[in-house]
């Protein structure tokens, strides 16, 4: 099965670089979707360092908030 891959980038101290939104993200995985170029159940890697290090993405990793300090930990239930 294939796996999906999302290269994390360390460009900042602060979360205020560009990125996507939220409705960004769910379109483009849609569309990998749709294409068939990956599973609906494909499992899911942040990439970090060139493929040196790995990280999962599991319900306790989701926060909402501000910032990260002052965030809310997301469950999926």
């Known amino acids: 099965m294939d796996k999906l891959f ?17 409705g960004e993200l769910i379109d483009a995985l849609n ?3 749709r294409w068939g170029d990956i599973s609906k159940d494909a499992p899911v ?23 990260f300090n002052d965030s809310t930990r997301m469950y999926l239930d």
């Open 45 to 67: 890697y942040l990439c970090n360092d060139n493929g040196y290090t790995y990280g999962n993405i599991e319900e306790d990793s989701l926060y909402y908030g501000r910032n």
């Open 31 to 33: 569309n990998l979707v």
């Open 6 to 22: 999302i290269e994390g980038r360390r460009n900042s101290y602060e979360p205020d670089n560009k990125t996507m939104t939220v």
